[in-house]
């Protein structure tokens, strides 16, 4: 099978690239072709996977390869992962020093930051999208861009349900719970439900029995892993549910926001000062064997321990403990994905698709994440129980938010991207909307036409 990465050039390709040398299975990705506009990440990024297939010593590493040229890199793609980053960590870091001027938060996919980097990169998946209908119309794509949901919705838009979305959180959030229940992840049928980063467990069944409730009426289980820290054991029983880690941003947004205001820097800079260093040092010429690796492994290892930390702060968590660390394993899910499509091997995961009748309150065409059936003809969604009161409100006017940004993108009428911030929870004025707006078309180039 051939693979072809859209944003091949991205700090995260080597999680994928070492999924697939573990895979051994027959019928397993024989050539990877790297996608990006940026060629020096491109020369980056090649000298990492190179470096990862020496190190495994397997024989049949799938071959790399790496084009600028999107319509080369897409033909006779089977599968085709999109992972771009439109503005690149630039962009990220703006869009969240402009909220944080308005007050209200700029974090990449929740609120303000997650509505301007849509704005900006609906259109371009949009377009990668009509792409590959045209080039490579029986491939199948899998959505990691974020913000994930409207970006996955957009793409749906030309080519149907041969667009999958996927996110690790969900899958992170129900391993961390079953293994307090005493049960391997395998084992567990995790009842999650919402949007991309807006879903809740509701429950979490283990040989037909629902085992949350156990876990809910015990304050010290649930205070020993991330999610029960950040939002404590007195919420979670109030809830009776456990929240993915993003609700963070809604249930303690006023406190959160002030944590990120008093930073010394903002996430995206951070990641956008580290990668620097990164890829410079990764990209130098007449480095040693091995070289790139390690520099990516130490760049990695401080990425994943420094993750959400103003939210641990607020919550008076300090730093993540060793089995935090670990996350759901994004690169595994798509590799479970892609096998179950391509070799008809049934498997259950939670992901991003149209939700056609599974939630009510919600139409067919929209995104939303639930776990899913995955066969040969793609992922079918479980049916679910309704959401309850609470979780409608959040996840029907986030949703109205996406849906305002993809009329915008659409359209590029001023109107629909004011309505798509002042629609969202987080921003709390219709004045702060046209002000943010203001901000992010100033900044960003592609949003010039919206001031």
């Not at 940026?38 to 996977?49: E, G, I």
Request: proline share 4%; hydrophobic share 45%.
């Amino acid at each position: 099978m051939r693979l072809t990465i859209l944003g091949g050039g991205g700090f995260r390709v080597p999680l994928v690239y070492g999924a697939l040398l573990a895979d051994r299975a027959e019928g397993r990705v024989s050539h990877v072709t790297l996608y990006d506009e940026d060629p020096a990440r491109l020369t980056a990024m090649a000298r990492v996977l190179a470096d990862q297939a020496a190190a495994s010593g397997a024989a049949d590493a799938p071959a790399v390869t790496a084009t600028g040229d999107l319509d080369e890199a897409l033909r006779g793609a089977d599968f085709v992962f999109s992972a771009i980053r439109v503005g690149g960590l630039e962009g990220r870091a703006a869009d969240e020093r402009i909220a944080l001027a308005e007050g209200v938060l700029g974090q990449e996919t929740v609120g303000a930051g997650g509505i301007a980097y849509g704005l900006r990169t609906v259109p371009v998946a949009r377009e990668i999208a009509r792409r590959t209908a045209r080039i490579a119309p029986d491939a199948w794509v899998i959505n990691f861009t974020n913000p994930a949901g409207v970006v996955t919705e957009a793409m749906a838009e030309e080519l149907g349900d041969r667009v999958i979305g996927i996110c690790d959180s969900p899958v992170g959030l129900g391993r961390r719970i079953a293994r307090l229940l005493g049960a391997r992840p395998g084992e567990a049928w995790i009842d999650y439900v919402g949007l991309n980063h807006l879903g809740w467990v509701r429950g979490l069944r283990i040989g037909g029995r629902d085992e949350l409730p156990r876990l809910l009426a015990d304050p010290e289980a649930l205070e020993s892993f991330e999610e029960g820290r950040l939002f404590g054991a007195d919420w979670l029983r109030s809830l009776g549910a456990i929240p993915n880690e993003y609700l963070h941003y809604y249930y303690f947004n006023r406190d959160t926001v002030r944590a990120y205001q008093e930073a010394k820097q903002t996430r995206g800079a951070f990641l956008r000062d580290q990668q620097r260093g990164f890829y410079a040092e990764a990209g130098r010429p007449g480095q040693p064997a091995g070289a790139a690796l390690a520099a990516w492994d130490r760049t990695r290892a401080e990425r994943e321990a420094t993750y959400m930390s103003e939210n641990r702060e607020v919550a008076g968590v300090g730093e993540r403990e060793e089995s935090d660390l670990e996350s759901g394993g994004y690169e595994k899910v798509a590799l479970a994905l892609m096998r179950a499509i391509a070799r008809d091997e049934r498997a259950t995961l939670i992901l991003n698709v149209r939700n056609g009748a599974t939630l009510s309150v919600l139409d067919p065409e929209a995104v939303i994440e639930v776990p899913c059936l995955v066969d040969a003809n793609g992922a079918h969604p479980v049916s679910v129980a309704p959401l309850p009161l609470h979780a409608v409100g959040l996840v029907t006017s986030v949703k109205a938010a996406e849906r305002a940004v993809l009329a915008a993108a659409a359209s590029g009428s001023r109107a629909d991207a004011v309505k798509a911030f002042a629609l969202h929870p987080l921003v709390d004025s219709v004045a702060v909307a046209r002000r943010l707006l203001d901000g992010y078309a100033a900044e960003h180039p592609g949003l010039a036409h919206l001031r």
